[in-house]
Every structure is written in structure tokens, then in C-alpha cells.
């Protein structure tokens, strides 16, 4: 394994310690030694595997109502007051298809690049559980709505140590069907009782199948963050994945290259993108564990335990599991229409759906929109794919330097280091967040003139945060947080570090970055970290001119 350099620097000052007889930096050593040859041992058991994950992720689609009956989809209703007959499976109720749900799976199959099937069909799924009163789920599992398509996404990699990536990277689709949701268990287990809540019951899915193109946790989470942002985009699904509107379902195996796919588990409902990256990587590293300690793994389903960050046993192997599936009796095949293959009726009016019409509802989609930002201002992919990401950034970012006012560089440098540090801080995105637009351009604007210092920009941040009403200079002026660029007093410091501090005096004439460091600190200690370095690095170079050789 590379060790990173800060990590050798730190492993040298503690030999040199030890070699002292300093027992406590020796126990530290060890520690950290400890902690080096575990890393290493889990890199290379990573270089002599492979892994392979496939996503099954449910969307629930954004409907005023659910997929099979009129009854509301609000979140966060009271218990059982959204519930139709027909989800409480009352005898003699029929299901009536949302035509709206359909329109929502067939769009956000065009934007995948998915086939859409002209004729696709119900059926039901088998299982008894007591949030499935009918006994049954209704799904598509012989001819779904669309087959195929694909996801490009980026992948960005951030190591300790390392420096951060990004790539694009694309995962193939199997299939995207509609099914419904079920309701919800609720367990009491001071009264050893469980209540069923049917609200959810019945709540339209599409659900989206992967081909195991993904590699770890750190790929799988990637890409979720980018269907969700998609479906958000394309207003079929709000992502919120803290409500279950998004759930994940991990199928991931491991083997040795050139050796035969190995046996997979499943990993259900995880229900966040960072749960998504934690769940697959422990798994992975389960399976090689057993592997290589000469067991086998099972083909079983397992949860997330989000506490102990470990994927724990939910039921035996999924292969003994009998869904008997069969045709939906009660609901027709269902049919998307081309204008050539639409019938002679209006098809808006006999309620088919017209693949064309709804082909006219698809606006700008993420990759489009970071292809474009990049180019048009000459980013990197990174730094594009953080303004699409972040809800409201890439907005703030084109007000900001609309008719080249302002320097892209500079204001992208801001927006994406200290004001998306002061959003995160705050849990807040950018469309949330108080802080006016044109404040933000007064920040960008004293930084650009050297009024303020990077360091000092976060702190006029947090405070407009704070107090939104306040313009970015007034915050300046009443903090005192503007630059010292009086050049004759920050010289006076300089002189006033070297001759109180030999040791810095020292380093500067021996010279370097270092040297110029060793007095950078002391100064702007001195000065509340409010000297221009600028000044303080020509000062400090003059004074090296002038020392004797």
C-alpha cells in the first residue's frame, strides 16, 4: 500500500521519539503500525478480488394518488386516514390504473434511453406478510414497461491521502416496471404488539433494475445520487430517501479474476446514499472473509444495521422462496401508443398513453446540464458535477458571473469551498439557505479586490447566515474582519517576530517555503490572521534579499 507523505512524516517523528525512551509515543507507535498493516492486509485482499453489485432501487412515483385507487399519497398523514377499499383488500374491490403513474414510468424510461414495451403486463407476486392484505403485490415481472437503457454517472474518489477524482462511468439497466408499495409495520414492543399502518399501501413504484456493473459501495452511491437527482429533475419521484420515497436493495457478490461469478446476497431497504456506500462495502469484505477462511457464502437476504454499520441475516436463502407468480386477472395489458400505432380516437381522451406526448414533458437532464456548464465556462468535471448536484448552486454560480462580470475561477473557488462548508455546517442546501445573492456577490467581490482573506470570507458567511438582513461589508465593517494591508505596520511585526523569535530568524535564512511559513504563522498571529500574505510574503522576501550570505 502507498502510504501517504504526512503519514511517513508522522511514522519518522515517532521512531525518532522511541529512539529517545519516550514510552508514550512508543505505545502511539505501535497503535499506529497496528492500524498501517491493517490497511495494507484489506488492499490486498481487495487486489485478489473482485466484486460485482447490482441495484434494484424503488422510486416511488410522485402522484397525487396511488397507483391502483384514488386514495392521497401525502406523507406524514395520520395513521390509515389515506386508504381505499381496495388497499385494505376488501372483497369485491377492483384496481383502476393511474394513468399519471404510467406517464411517470414511461418518462423516466426515455430518459434512461430505455426500450419502452408497446404491450406490458401484470402480475402478482405472492407473499404473505400482515402490510400486504391482499396476500399478493401486483408488479411486472414477465413483460415490464421498459427494458434496457443505461446511466452515466460520475464517480468521484476520495481517499486520505490521496488526491480527489472524478470520472465518468456508466451502468446498464435490465428493466424499469411498475409495481405498489406496501404498508407499513409498526412495532410496540413494551405492549409485544405490532400495528399496521396502510397508508403507504398500495403508493405507485417503479422500480429499476441493474445489470452488476458496479464495484463497491463508493460506485453504487455515486450512482444513486445520480438517479436521484434525475428523477427529481424529471419531477417522477422527490428522492427524499429520509421518507422512503427511495430504497435500495444491494445484490453484490465476490470472486477471484477469471473464476466464475460468485454466490450473491441481497442487502434490503437501505434508505441512504451514504448507508448505500457503507452496506455494500461491509458486505464485500464479509464475503472475503469467509471465503478465504474456507467457508461459503449463502445465498440469503440481509439488512443494514445503520448503528452498527454491519449487514445482519434477515432470512434464509431467497431460492427457496416460492412467489408463484402469475397473470393479474383483473387488470388489461397495458398499452403506450406511438402517434403512428395510436388509435383513431384521441388517445388522450380513451386514456392511453402517447409515448410522443410524453416525450415533450423531458427538460434538461443532469448529464446534459453538467456537459454544457463545463464547457461553456471551462470547468473541470468535478467542479461541474458539484454545481448540478448541490440543489441551487449551479444557479447562484451563473447570477454570479452573468455578463462576465465576475472571474469564474474565483467565485467557483467560494461557492464550492467556503459557502458549501457554511451549508453543510447549517445541514442546508442552497436553494434553503437565507443568505441573499447579491451578499454572496459582495463576498466574491472583496475577495477579488484583496479586501478580505479566504479565512475570514467563511467567517463573513456563517454570520450572513446568521443574519441575512445585513449586506457582506456591513458584516465586514462591524466584525472587523477587512484585510490589514497597511504595509509599514505589518513590516513592524516581521521585524518584531525575527528579533523576538531566533528559531524563526534561523529558518529564514536557511530559506525555502518553509522559511517563508515559519513567519507567515507568527504574524498572522499577531494580527488575527488579518495581514495580506501577499504583503507579508513581499516583506519577508526583501529582508531575505538583505541578509548576509
Known sequence: MATMGWNRLYLNNLKNMCKCGNTLHRSYLETYMRHIRRLSKKTSRKCEWQSRVGLEV??????????????ATRYGAPVNTQVAFFDAALPGTLPVLNKACVEAGVLTALALGCQISPVSVFDRKHYF????PAGYQITQQRQPLAQGGQLSFVHIRAREGERVTAETRTCRLIQLQLEQDSGKSLHDFHCRRSLIDLNRAGIGLM?????????SGEDAACFVRELQLLLKTLGTCDGKMQEGSLRVDANISVNRPGEPWGVRTEVKNINSIRNVSKAIDFEIQRQIEILENGGQVENETRGFDAETNETVQMRD???LLDYRFMPEPNLPP??????????????????????????????ELPGQIRARVQEQYDIPLMSASLLVTEEGMLEMFEWLVKDGSREVVPVLNMLLNEFLGVLHEHDCSAAECPIPVESLGEVCDMLASREIS????????????ERPELSGREVVEQESLGQIRDRQLIEEVVNEVLTTQPKVMKKLKKGGSRALNAVMGPVQQKLDRRADPRIVTEIVHDIFKRLPR
Open 58 to 71: 424503488h422510486a416511488q412515483i410522485s402522484s397525487s394518488s396511488k397507483l391502483f385507487s384514488g386514495a
Open 129 to 132: 406478510y400482515a402490510d400486504m
Open 207 to 215: 422500480e429499476l433494475v441493474t445489470h452488476p456493473d458496479l464495484q
Open 317 to 319: 436463502k431467497e431460492k
Open 334 to 363: 397495458l398499452h403506450v401508443y406511438t402517434h403512428q400505432r395510436a388509435p383513431s380516437v384521441r388517445a388522450s381522451a380513451c386514456g392511453a398513453v402517447v409515448m410522443e406526448e410524453v416525450a415533450e414533458r423531458l427538460r
Open 454 to 465: 479566504t479565512s475570514a470570507s467563511r467567517k463573513v458567511l456563517s454570520l450572513l447566515f
